[in-house]
C-alpha cells in the first residue's frame, strides 16, 4: 500500500486528462488557425492563390478603401459593405428585440403545460435547416412567390414588386433565423422579474408607462442586452442569407469572406476581413463579460 | 395597477393576440413549403393545380403520372440516398465523439479548481459565439495548412470541434444539479474514480449526456456554413445537396426534400424534450 | 500501540479575497479502539475538515494521521478502512435500498450469496428488515439515516465517521437516534467518530469529547470532565452556560483560595493548582449558584447582585443578576408548584451562595 501520490497529485492528473481532448482540438483546429490568419492578413497574396512572405498592409489598406497603386482611386467601396454589414446586422438586432419582448411577457404569463408547449413551439424552429428558413422566404418574396401571386390575384398591384435583392429581405431573412436567439435570454429575464417592484413602483404613484419604463425596462436590459449581442454576431458574420436572399445587390462582409477564400483565392484579404469581424466579436464578447462579471460582484443576480 | 392591469381581460386579449401573430410568423412560412410540396404544379408553385404526393415519391425512387414532369429537373433517388448516408454518417461520428469530449469537459469544470477557470470557461464556449464563417475559414486553413485533403473525414473533425461546446453546455448543466455527496460516499465505501463514474455518476447524468448527443446530432446534419468550407468535392452533405440545388433553380422537389428535412428535426427534437423532462 | 491518532495536523485554505484561514492548527488526537469520540465545536471551527482528512477526502498541509502506527499519507479515500455517514445521508437515488447498502460490498465484488447475507444483517441492525426493495425518495428522514448506517457498517470499517448525522432529524426523533446510536456502537464494538455542534447530544452520547474552535482541540475529555472542568473560557463558555469572574488569588489557606475580583469582592474558591499571585477565571455554573447558604460544613461563599430579568422556563426560572461593573450572574433556581408567592422580582437585592468546591478555576490568558 505504498502509494507516494497525494490526494491532490491525483486529481490533477485526472483534471489533465480530462482537460487535455477539448483543449488540444481547440488548439489545433480553431487556435492556430486563426493565428495563422492574423499572419496572413499581413501577407501579400500570390499570384495563383498562396502566399508571398512579404509584409504587406495593403489587405487592411483596401478594406479601409486605399488605393493600391497610382491607377487606383481612393475607393472605400469594401468599408462601405462593411458598414453595410453593421447596418444590416443593427436592424437584425432591432427587429427580433420588437418581435421578442412583448412574445417573453406572452410566454412569462402562461401557466403550466400552455407555457411549456409555448417554450417548445418557438424554441422548434432553431432545429429546422438553415437553409429551410431561408427557402421559405424566398418562396414569399420572390416575383413568382407567395406574396406577390396573392397581391397580384387580388388586383391590389399588376407588375410584381421587388421584395427580394434588398437589404429589407435580408434583414427579415435574418430576423426570421436569429429570434430563437433574442428570445431566449429576454425570456429567462423576463421570467425573473420581481412583480413586487412593479407592485412597489404603482404604490409610489407611477403610472403604467412610468414603471414600464422606470422599472420593467431597466430590469429586463440585461436580457436584452445579451440577446443583442448573440444576435448581433451572427448576423454581421453572416454570408448565407444575402447569398440568397440578397443575391448579388446586397453583399455583407460575409459574402466577400467567401469569395476571398473560395473564389479569387486572395486569402490573405479574405484573412483580413475575417479578422475584422473577430475583432468586433471580442469587442462585444469582453463588453458583455464585463458587463456580467459588474452584475455578479454588486449582488444582482 | 400595472398587474391589474396585466392581469385584465383587455391585456390578456391583446397578449395572446400577439402570440397567435408571432407563433404565426414562425410557423407559417415554414407551413407554406408543407403545402406547396403537395401542389403538382410543376411550373409555378404558388398556383395551386392539384394535390400529389409525387414531388415526395421521387425522393424515393417512385415514377410519376404527372404529364408536365420533367424528369430532367428531379435528382436521382440514389444521389439523395448517398448525401443523406453521408450527412448521417457524419453526425453519428462527430456526435459520438464530441459527447465525450464535451462530458469529460464538463467534469473536469465542475469537479476541479484550477488557475485561469475563468478564462477556459470562456474558451469553451468561444465555438458557440465565434461567427460560422470564420471557423469555418480556420478549419480549411489547417486542413489545408496540414496537407489534409478535403473529405468526410475533415468534416467530421471540423464538426466535432464545435459540438464539444455545445455537449459541455448541457452536460455541465446536468452536472450542476447532482449532489456532490453521492461521489464521496461511493469513494467512501470503496469505490476507485473509475467506478465511481460508471456506477454513480453517470447514471445521475445520463439525461444530459443523451440530451447533449441529440443536440449534437441534429446541429450536425443541419450544418450548413462550416461544411460548406471544408467539404470536399466528393463528400457532400445533404444540407449542402439542397444548397447546390436552390442554386441551380427552384424546383418543387426541393419542398418536398425540406419536409421531410424539417419533419426528421423537430422529431429528434422533440425526443429531446421527452428525455430533458423526464428527469428520472 | 495507539489507535487512530493524529499528530500535529495543519490544514489552511486560501480565501478569494487572499487570506489564509487555518481549518486545523496543530491538532493532535488520539483515537481509542472501541471508543465513542466526539469532535464539538461550533460551525466553520474544523471539526469537519478533521473528518474529511481522516476519511481522505482531503489531505492535510501537515501532520501525520497513522492508524495502528501505520501512516495513512498517500491512502486514497476508496482504500481507507474508514466509512463515513453523511449529514445529507447522501443515499444513491437511482438505486434501491438493497443496492445502497450494498453497493460497498458490490464495488468490492463479494459473491452474491454473501453479499445479499450481509445486507440483510446490516438491515436487521438498524431496524430495518424488508425494506431492500424501496426506494431512498420513499424512506422519511429517520429510515434514511438508518440505510446510510447500514450502509457503512455492513463493510465493517475499522471507524465509522459521521458527520452531523442527526441534524436534519426533528427534536424527538434526534433524541431517539441518539440512544441507539449509542448502543449500535456499544454492540457493533466500532470506533466511533462523531462531529456535531449540539453540545447536549455530544454530553449524551460520548465516551470522550475533543471540543474544537478556531482550528484547535481546546480539550479532549469525558463529558463530566468537560462540564465540571473546563479547560478554558470558550469551553466552559461552549459547554453549557457559564458565569465566569476574573481575579487575582490574594490568600491562600490550605485548598481554599481567596480570590478578589474585579469588583473588590473577596470570593472563595477550592483548588490545589494555583497559589497566592496567580491570576485567574472562576467559573460557577448557574446551578451552583443558590439562593441561600448551604449548609455542609464548609462555609459559603457569597455574591450579592440586584435582579435584573427573571426567565421562566417551565422547569428552572432563570434570573440575571447584576453583580456590578456590568457583570451579570445567571442563576438557575428550580420552579415547583405553589412558587408563586415566593417569585423574585426584577429589582430585588439577592445574595447568591455557592460553595466553593462547585467553583472552577481555568488560569487566566494573558497573565
Redesign the interface.
Known amino acids: 500500500m505504498a502509494i507516494s501520490d497525494t490526494v491532490l497529485k491525483r486529481k490533477r492528473r485526472t483534471l489533465i486528462m480530462l482537460l487535455a481532448p477539448f483543449t488540444i482540438m481547440l488548439s489545433v483546429f480553431f487556435l492556430i488557425p486563426l493565428g495563422i490568419m492574423m499572419v496572413y492578413s499581413f501577407l501579400e497574396p500570390g499570384l495563383y492563390g498562396g502566399v508571398e512572405w512579404n509584409w504587406y498592409p495593403y489587405n487592411y489598406g483596401r478594406i479601409i478603401g486605399w488605393p493600391l497603386n497610382d491607377y487606383e482611386e481612393f475607393e472605400p467601396i469594401y468599408l462601405k459593405i462593411f458598414l453595410n454589414s453593421v447596418q444590416i446586422a443593427l436592424m437584425t438586432v432591432i427587429g427580433t428585440f420588437l418581435l421578442c419582448y412583448p412574445a417573453a411577457f406572452w410566454v412569462s404569463r402562461m401557466k403550466g403545460a400552455k407555457k411549456n408547449l409555448a417554450l417548445f413551439l418557438i424554441t422548434l424552429p432553431f432545429f429546422a435547416n438553415l437553409l429551410v428558413r431561408i427557402y421559405a422566404w424566398l418562396l414569399l418574396l420572390r416575383p413568382t412567390g407567395f406574396f406577390n401571386t396573392v397581391l397580384q390575384s387580388a388586383g391590389l398591384i399588376i407588375e410584381p414588386l421587388d421584395l427580394l435583392f434588398t437589404n429589407f429581405s435580408v434583414i427579415i431573412g435574418m430576423v426570421y433565423i436569429l429570434t430563437p436567439f433574442m428570445f431566449l435570454p429576454i425570456y429567462a429575464n423576463v421570467e425573473k422579474l420581481d412583480y413586487s417592484m412593479v407592485r412597489a413602483s404603482q404604490d409610489l404613484g407611477a403610472n403604467p408607462l412610468q414603471t414600464f419604463r422606470r422599472v420593467i425596462l431597466p430590469l429586463t436590459a440585461p436580457g436584452i442586452i445579451g440577446g443583442s449581442v448573440i444576435v448581433f454576431i451572427p448576423a454581421l458574420g453572416n454570408f448565407i442569407v444575402p447569398s440568397f436572399l440578397g443575391g448579388s445587390k446586397v453583399q455583407m462582409t460575409g459574402n466577400l469572406i467567401e469569395r476571398s477564400f473560395l473564389q479569387s483565392r486572395d486569402w490573405p484579404f479574405g484573412a483580413a476581413l475575417a479578422l475584422l469581424i473577430m475583432a468586433s466579436v471580442v469587442v462585444l464578447v469582453v463588453f458583455q463579460l464585463s458587463r456580467q462579471a459588474k452584475a455578479e460582484a454588486r449582488g444582482v443576480s | 395597477m400595472f398587474d391589474r392591469i396585466l392581469n385584465s381581460k383587455i391585456w390578456g386579449f391583446f397578449f395572446k393576440g400577439y402570440g397567435f401573430l408571432f407563433l404565426g410568423f414562425l410557423y407559417l412560412p415554414l407551413g407554406l413549403i408543407f403545402v406547396y410540396s403537395f401542389n403538382a404544379n410543376s411550373i409555378n408553385m404558388a398556383v395551386w393545380t392539384e394535390f400529389t404526393f409525387d414531388w415526395y415519391l421521387t425522393i424515393f425512387g417512385g415514377a410519376s403520372s404527372q404529364s408536365s414532369f420533367d424528369a430532367a429537373f428531379t435528382e436521382s433517388p440514389e444521389r439523395i440516398f448517398e448525401v443523406v448516408k453521408h450527412s448521417v454518417i457524419v453526425a453519428l461520428s462527430a456526435s459520438t465523439v464530441s459527447t465525450v469530449i464535451g462530458t469529460a469537459t464538463a467534469l473536469a469544470l465542475a469537479r476541479y479548481k484550477f488557475v485561469g477557470k475563468r478564462f477556459y470557461q470562456a474558451l469553451l464556449v468561444l465555438p458557440m459565439i465565434v461567427p460560422d464563417i470564420v471557423l469555418g475559414i480556420a478549419l480549411l486553413i489547417f486542413f489545408v495548412g496540414a496537407g489534409f485533403k478535403l473529405s468526410l473525414l475533415t468534416i467530421i473533425i471540423g464538426h466535432t470541434t464545435f459540438l464539444s461546446s455545445y455537449v459541455f453546455v448541457v452536460v455541465s448543466a446536468r452536472l450542476a444539479g447532482m449532489d456532490t455527496s453521492l461521489e464521496q460516499a461511493s469513494a467512501d465505501l470503496g469505490a476507485g474514480p473509475i467506478t465511481t463514474f460508471r456506477r454513480v455518476t453517470l447514471p445521475q447524468i445520463m439525461p444530459g449526456v443523451v440530451g447533449g448527443f441529440l443536440l449534437a446530432f441534429i446541429i450536425s446534419l443541419d450544418d450548413v456554413v462550416i461544411t460548406y468550407f471544408i467539404a470536399g468535392v466528393g463528400a457532400q452533405t445533404l444540407p449542402l445537396f439542397i444548397l447546390a440545388m436552390m442554386r441551380r433553380g427552384l424546383r418543387p422537389q426541393i419542398n418536398a426534400l425540406a419536409v421531410l428535412l424539417l419533419l426528421f428535426s423537430f422529431a429528434v427534437a422533440a425526443i429531446g424534450l421527452y428525455l430533458r423532462s423526464r428527469k428520472s | 500501540m495507539s489507535f487512530l491518532k493524529i499528530t500535529s495536523a495543519q490544514k489552511a485554505y486560501k480565501t478569494p479575497e487572499g487570506g489564509l484561514i487555518h481549518a486545523l492548527d496543530d491538532v493532535s488526537l488520539n483515537v481509542r479502539n472501541n471508543e465513542f469520540l466526539t469532535l464539538l465545536g461550533p460551525s466553520g471551527c474544523g471539526k469537519t475538515t478533521l473528518l474529511k482528512c481522516i476519511?481522505?477526502?482531503?489531505?492535510i498541509d501537515a501532520g501525520e494521521i497513522t492508524l495502528e502506527e501505520k501512516s495513512l499519507?498517500?491512502?486514497?479515500?476508496?482504500?481507507r478502512p474508514?466509512?463515513?455517514v453523511?449529514?445529507?445521508y447522501?443515499?444513491?437515488?437511482?438505486l434501491n435500498i438493497s443496492d445502497n447498502v450494498g453497493?460497498?460490498l458490490d464495488?468490492?465484488r463479494v459473491s452474491r450469496k454473501e453479499r445479499n447475507h450481509r445486507v440483510d444483517e446490516a438491515l436487521e441492525l438498524v431496524g430495518l428488515t424488508g425494506f431492500g426493495s424501496r426506494e431512498p425518495s420513499q424512506l422519511s428522514g429517520g429510515q434514511q439515516q438508518r440505510v446510510a448506517l447500514a450502509?457503512?457498517l455492513v463493510?465493517k470499517p475499522r471507524v465509522l465517521l459521521l458527520d452531523e448525522p442527526l441534524s436534519a432529524l426533528d427534536r424527538k426523533m434526534r433524541e431517539t437516534m441518539q440512544i441507539e446510536l449509542k448502543n449500535l456502537q456499544h454492540s457493533v464494538g466500532i470506533t466511533f467518530v462523531f462531529v456535531t455542534h449540539d453540545q447536549e447530544e455530544a454530553l449524551a452520547m460520548s465516551d470522550r469529547i475533543a471540543v474544537v474552535a478556531h482550528g484547535k482541540v481546546q480539550q479532549l475529555a469525558t463529558p463530566t470532565e468537560i462540564y465540571d472542568e473546563p479547560a478554558n473560557e470558550f469551553v466552559a463558555n461552549f459547554v453549557g452556560t457559564s458565569n465566569i469572574f476574573s481575579g487575582k488569588v490574594v490568600a491562600k489557606e490550605g485548598q481554599i483560595l481567596t480570590i478578589e475580583t474585579a469588583n473588590q469582592r473577596q470570593v472563595l474558591a477550592s483548588s490545589d493548582r494555583f497559589d497566592k499571585g496567580d491570576h485567574v477565571e472562576l467559573v460557577l455554573r448557574p446551578e451552583h449558584l443558590k439562593m441561600s447558604p448551604g449548609g455542609n460544613g464548609v462555609p459559603d461563599s457569597c455574591i450579592e447582585g440586584t435582579v435584573v430579568a427573571e426567565i421562566f422556563v417551565g422547569s428552572e426560572m432563570h434570573l440575571h443578576v447584576d453583580v456590578g461593573r456590568g457583570r451579570t450572574a445567571i442563576v438557575h433556581h428550580r420552579h415547583n408548584r405553589g412558587d408563586e408567592g415566593e417569585r423574585i422580582e426584577t429589582g430585588t437585592d439577592v445574595k447568591l451562595y455557592y460553595s466553593p468546591n462547585a467553583a472552577h478555576l481555568i488560569k487566566a490568558v494573558g497573565g
Open positions: 476519511a481522505g477526502f482531503e489531505d499519507k498517500g491512502v486514497p479515500a476508496h482504500r474508514f466509512n463515513t453523511f449529514q445529507n447522501a443515499l444513491f437515488p437511482h453497493y460497498g464495488v468490492a450502509r457503512s463493510l
